[in-house]
């Protein structure tokens, strides 16, 4: 007995370690997501999204200004400078070649090959000396090594929601995964009650055909379903994607809520038909509240299935710019912008936000939803 309490400890801890790695392997990517979409381009080119609070070091070539606008000073002919301009920064180390962009430490002085010497500061201001007139010509390459403090800024979320068109995609992804979750939760709840609790002909069939279309691919129907729309005069609009979506989500959601309606207990049904009241009745004061955990299960699974959908929008709703949803959108992003990384990061963190809300707001209810009725069954 104390060696199968021991195995049984050690099981403990090994599947605990594994949840604890499988949440950090999903959390990481997350997290660097939202970090990386309230940094500017320089800061992910320089650093990684791990290294966002700490200042980032970045290798810049700066031109100072032609030769011959150099002034006298002294026996020394002198041209002053900042490498930032107006925009002010700060110079960890400087160079005279790319080979070595840090061999001098900000106030030091480089010599050159011509005999010139250059000084920069740790602001930027740099004096470069000539011990005789500089003929004209191109100003010399100045290599800096400059820090930039950690920043975070709103202006990705801005240029994502307002230029984007990221706020219109918005819009339309709720118009879509709204009703596509709704309509289908209410059809499978009635479906389901009459398969679990009223006898007719062909109860069982009309069960074993529902588990069949759980196995048939999607990507099978989407020109029948499409081509039956055009004969009955569905054009590309948000009624038929509702319809499409509700199709699709039916066999899921019937299927998972009359194994849940199927494990309520049968004395609860009974007593309620032996003081008269109707299916109906039962369905809506019995059976509608106790279902509550199945019902939120399956509407997380829709929801996110839905939002997070771009092959069914881009059959059933099209490519306007006025019916694309988030995610053709991000498609579109991806073409254009495939460079732009912090818009990207923001499109993304934007479209995954309200998935992760729904989640967390019902997860507590999709554990007792899908084990419901995993072990008693009508």
């Keep these: 007995m104390e060696g199968m309490a021991g195995t049984k400890s050690r099981l403990t801890w090994a599947v605990n370690l594994a949840a604890l790695l499988l949440v950090v392997l999903w959390t990481i990517p997350t997290l660097g997501l939202l970090i990386s979409s309230f940094r500017d381009r320089d800061q992910i080119a320089a650093s990684g999204w791990w290294k966002a609070a700490l200042p980032a070091e970045q290798n810049e070539i700066f031109r100072a200004p032609p030769p011959e606008t150099a002034v006298p000073e002294g026996a020394a002919w002198v041209l002053d400078g900042n490498v930032f301009g107006e925009a002010g920064g700060s110079v960890a180390a400087f160079g005279l070649s790319a080979r070595e962009p840090k061999a001098f430490a900000p106030g030091e002085t480089a010599t050159g090959r011509a005999g010139d010497t250059l000084t920069v500061e740790s602001d930027g201001a740099f004096r470069i000396t000539y011990p005789e007139a500089p003929e004209a010509g191109r100003g010399d390459r100045i290599f800096v090594t400059t820090t930039t403090p950690p920043r975070l800024t709103l202006e990705n979320y801005e240029t994502v929601i307002v230029a984007q068109g990221l706020g219109r995609a918005f819009l339309n992804t709720f118009t879509v995964t709204i009703p596509a979750t709704v309509i289908p939760i209410l059809i499978a709840a009635f479906a389901a009650y009459a398969l679990a609790w009223m006898r007719f002909p062909g109860r069982a ?43 699709f989500g039916l066999p899921m959601a019937v ?17 309620a038909r032996v003081d008269g009241a109707t299916d109906f ?22 929801f996110l299935w839905v939002w997070n959908d771009l092959l069914v929008a881009t059959v059933f709703l099209g490519n306007a710019p006025d019916q694309l949803v988030m995610t053709g959108v991000l498609r579109e992003l991806l ?18 936000s309200m998935p992760l809300l729904v989640f967390f707001g019902l997860q507590r209810y999709l554990v007792r939803g899908l084990l419901a009725g995993s072990v008693k069954g009508g």
């Design 281 to 302: 009745e039962i369905f809506r004061r019995i059976v509608l509240p106790l279902s509550f955990p199945a019902l939120a299960s399956f509407a997380i699974f829709q």
């Design 335 to 352: 073409g254009s912008l495939g460079g732009e990384w912090e818009i990207l990061a923001a499109s993304a963190f934007v479209s995954i």
């Design 205 to 247: 069939l009309i069960l074993a055909g529902i588990v069949g279309l759980l196995v048939v691919p999607l990507q099978m129907t989407l020109i029948p379903l499409l081509r039956l729309h055009n004969a009955i005069g569905i054009d590309k609009g948000y009624l038929g994607i509702w319809l499409a979506h509700t199709a």
């Design 255 to 271: 299927y998972l809520l009359r194994n849940y309606i199927a494990g309520l207990p049968r004395e609860i049904i009974e007593s």
